[in-house]
């Protein structure tokens, strides 16, 4: 694929009111943009997830293998995460 560069490529926009800029005026925009809750939220969680880690398939398999085997999930298991939860308040 070959690119070109654009030469002698006039702006093109729109005034408010309807108004056509002669060829040589600046163009001026009143427009604005504003987002709902929800879109500011998304917004921000994609930012967040582009922080995160990668996840790593085989450790979640692996975990699912261990709950369906009963090797987790027991009581000692429970009262381990409890015990760390509460270390860290």
């Not at 969680?45 to 090797?71: C, Q, T």
Request: aromatic residues 2%; charged residues 30%.
């Amino acid at each position: 694929m070959k690119i070109t560069p654009l030469h002698n490529v006039q702006r093109v926009g729109s005034r408010q009111g309807g108004q056509k800029a002669d060829s040589g005026e600046a163009m001026a925009t009143d427009d604005q943009v504003s987002l709902s809750g929800t879109a500011q939220f998304l917004s921000s969680l994609r930012a967040s997830a582009k922080d995160m880690p990668e996840v790593r398939n085989e450790i979640i398999d692996a975990a699912r293998a261990d709950i369906e085997a009963g090797r987790l999930g027991t009581e000692e298991d429970y009262e381990r995460a409890v015990d760390a939860l509460l270390m860290g308040l």
